[in-house]
């Protein structure tokens, strides 16, 4: 085709994207959600069309920004900035319009200023060194060594085996082995090195010389040239003064090296070639164990691999600090780590000049501790060990461990600041059931956290959500009954379906898909379409969905009708559902029938809550009602409600005398609160059940207390601040400027479009 017919082609795939954002979906289903990947795949095809599709999409940009459609602009903006990284070379005039655009966004409310600073930011970068962009995504997804840039990233995908089948379990496993397969580290250096020379260098890059050259060099010699690129790309990026012209001047001459002076001189002059993205470091998880996120975190951290060096076993003292306070914290009475201390705080005890500490394993190091006898030896977990999660900050940016054996008088060495040099991408399949299941494995490491920081301070952890439900609906014959039921089940996923479009479009689509392609069966256009399909989506998703959706986790208390049963602690995400709980002896079961026959079905509760209020006052109310159960709901059934709070429905049982009888019927009270309380006048036990889960499921409640669950690290500073201010209940210090509420983040492309 010529340029024309070209330009004519990828216009048309943008405006047809562009209806369907309006809801005016292809006639085709199975095209929904496959608008997108084909156009991003038609440029790949032809690495030449990328300026064409970039100078296409900013003039619609324009043109959205003129007419006030604004729900165009952040997957117009997305779209272009994925072929803009991806594309072998992009001139800085068509680069400067992007930039241009982006700085307009900043006047806008939120998500748009936010997401037009960002890719502001990155586009000053790119345009001062061309290829930053690319070359920083592929270094960190990939993990590749390198000093100027020492970041990774990794992706891990959670699957909850009992909520779904083995077919799309296996079909997951295999595409994303499938993905890593022909990823070499030395593919990934050589697919840097190729695209920095021609983003910087244009048509003037000797592609196939370059590629000939690398091929036939050893390992080592490629690694060479690839730091050196690297280097020369980050210098450029940082230093102020830096135009293109010097970058690619410096990257010509590492251009010349790498050909040798038979090579460079004959550069032939051809149109642009395509440098394939690699696919990001993807890993697939079976969630089977409860502490299975936080086992696995760690692990990335700190391989097991890596040996755990004798000296680490020091600890910071400030930590000391904290596990005497942490005891008197409610929200985190478990169990903690135990450091062993070999300074008896004397110091005649200190070694002598140039004398040695015992050596680990030594004799004399066995009977200078102290042992216990009778005792049982229980063999520590190795992610337990405290030498091995401190030897966890061993790496670049970490602080080095503290040593108490000092000469008295000498001040210690400040300690290195912690780099957040990791960042763990966790992408969550399934429906609202494994984000209760992810809300609990939250709470539970901020708790292990506040009790001792190991991973706060070296990881950023972004969550990521993909709804996936096995049953697969007809689209000819759907009962009204199976298309609620799955949207029942879906409602974090529908709410952010409403809060932002593109998502809707991308990846609320793979709901039916993924079981769908997992269980076609085998042949070639299958294996053409998952493979590159399923993880092109995924990467595309966490590549440039960014911005968090904040959802309010709540914890329940759980009162039993045994006295001598501990209360059980909860927390839970989308929604808590009670019901009348069958009695089981017959002197119960009779007492119930004849209460049902005077009073209904159902049985009496008291009910305590907060009512919220526009003015934020706080207004406590109780009411007395016969309900045969409620279900409270924190998620809202549209996206201009407040996402911070409960929509309570209780089912009441109304009793009617008339001339035929005594009748009953049933109410809907609907409450809006944060804080409720919920008892049985009657001492009649009910069900409680989290998240629409049956395995988490409690009975023979009596009663429960439900409140926004607290950020665990504020439990602690809070209890902290009350030992020297008993007098004083309200928030103070630091206190103040703390999290107070614990927030599940779940990342979108817009967040929450107003």
Not at 198 to 208: P, T, Y
Not at 647 to 658: A, D, Q
Request: glycine share 6%; hydrophobic share 35%; aromatic share 6%.
């Amino acid at each position: 085709m010529d340029s024309a017919e070209v330009e004519s082609d990828i216009l048309r795939r943008v405006r047809t994207l562009l209806r369907e954002l309006d809801g005016h979906h292809p006639a085709c289903q199975c095209d929904r959600g496959m608008l997108r990947w084909t156009l991003h795949k038609k440029i790949d095809q032809n690495p030449g069309n990328s300026s064409v599709l970039v100078r296409i999409l900013v003039k619609e940009l324009e043109r959205a920004e003129r007419g006030d459609f604004r729900h165009y602009i952040i997957p117009l903006l997305h779209t272009l900035m994925y072929a803009l990284i991806k594309a072998p070379c992009i001139s800085d005039e068509l680069c400067g319009r992007v930039y241009d655009f982006c700085k307009k966004l900043l006047t806008l409310p939120k998500p748009f200023c936010t997401i037009g600073l960002d890719y502001a930011v990155r586009l000053k970068m790119e345009r001062t060194a061309p290829g930053m962009l690319y070359q920083r995504m592929v270094i960190s997804e990939q993990s590749l060594k390198s000093d100027p840039y020492p970041y990774q990233e990794k992706i891990f995908i959670f699957a909850d085996p009992e909520l779904l089948s083995e077919a799309i379990c296996n079909a997951l496993v295999t595409d994303t082995e499938a993905a890593q397969v022909s990823q070499s580290p030395r593919a990934c250096m050589c697919y840097v090195i190729i695209h920095t020379m021609q983003a910087a260098l244009g048509e003037g890059c000797d592609v196939s010389g370059l590629k000939a050259s690398l091929q036939d060099m050893p390992s080592s010699n490629v690694e060479h040239w690839f730091q050196q690129v690297v280097t020369a790309v980050e210098c450029a990026g940082s230093e102020a003064g830096t135009d293109r012209g010097q970058h690619a001047a410096r990257l010509e001459k590492i251009h010349h090296s790498i050909l040798g002076s038979s090579q460079a001189g004959n550069a032939p002059l051809g149109r642009m070639q395509g440098t394939p993205l690699p696919n990001p470091n993807i890993s697939f998880h079976l969630w089977t164990q409860d502490d299975q996120l936080w086992k696995e975190l760690v692990l990335f951290i700190r391989p097991l691999s890596q040996s755990c060096e004798p000296d680490c076993l020091s600890q910071d003292l400030d930590s000391f600090e904290i596990q005497d306070i942490i005891s008197d914290c409610e929200c985190c009475e478990q169990s903690r780590f135990s450091v062993l201390s070999t300074d008896s705080g004397i110091e005649r005890d200190l070694p002598a000049a140039g004398e040695e500490p015992f050596a680990p394993g030594s004799a004399e190091a066995e009977h200078s501790r102290l042992h216990r006898k009778g005792g049982i030896k229980k063999k520590p977990s190795p992610l337990e060990s405290v030498a091995f999660l401190q030897a966890g900050g061993n790496g670049p940016g970490a602080k080095p461990p503290a040593k108490l054996q000092r000469r008295p008088g000498t001040p210690p060495e400040p300690a290195a600041p912690l780099q957040r040099l990791h960042t763990a991408r966790i992408l969550l399949l399934g429906d609202d059931r494994v984000l209760g299941r992810l809300a609990q494995a939250y709470h539970s490491l901020r708790k292990r956290e506040t009790r001792r920081v190991f991973l706060t301070s070296r990881l950023n952890l972004q969550f990521y959500y993909i709804p996936v439900v096995t049953g697969q609906p007809n689209t000819l014959d759907v009962t009204d009954h199976a298309a609620s039921g799955q949207e029942e089940l879906c409602e974090v996923a529908g709410y952010l379906g409403r809060a932002d479009p593109w998502y809707e479009s991308n990846i609320n689509t793979l709901c039916h898909m993924i079981p769908k392609l997992a269980t076609m069966p085998s042949s070639p256009s299958k294996h053409l379409v998952t493979d590159l399909f399923i993880t092109d989506v995924i990467a595309y998703y966490v590549r440039m969905g960014i911005q968090p959706v904040c959802f309010q986790v709540y914890a329940v208390k759980v009162f039993f009708n045994d006295p001598a049963q501990e209360p059980a602690e909860d927390v839970f995400l989308t929604e808590l559902r009670t019901q009348g709980q069958d009695s089981i002896s017959h002197r119960e079961l009779s007492m119930t029938k004849k209460k049902m026959t005077l009073d209904g079905p159902g049985l009496d509760l008291t009910v305590t809550y907060k009512k919220v209020v526009l003015s934020d006052r706080v207004k406590e109310l109780a009411m007395s009602l016969r309900s045969t159960g409620l279900v409270m709901k924190a998620i809202p059934a549209e996206e201009a409600e407040d996402l911070l709070c409960l929509n309570v429905n209780i089912t009441e049982i109304v009793r009617i005398n008339n001339l035929s009888g005594r009748s009953f019927s049933a109410v809907a009270n609907r409450l809006k609160t944060r804080n409720i309380k919920i008892r049985s006048t009657e001492q009649r036990p009910f069900t409680v059940c989290l998240d629409k889960d049956s395995r988490r499921t409690y009975r023979n409640v009596i009663s429960v207390e439900v409140s926004p669950c607290l950020e665990p690290s504020y439990c602690l500073q809070k209890t902290r601040t009350m030992k020297f201010n008993l007098h004083k209940t309200e928030d103070v210090g630091l206190v103040k400027y703390m999290p107070k509420s614990l927030l599940l983040p779940i990342n979108t492309f817009a967040g929450v479009i107003q």
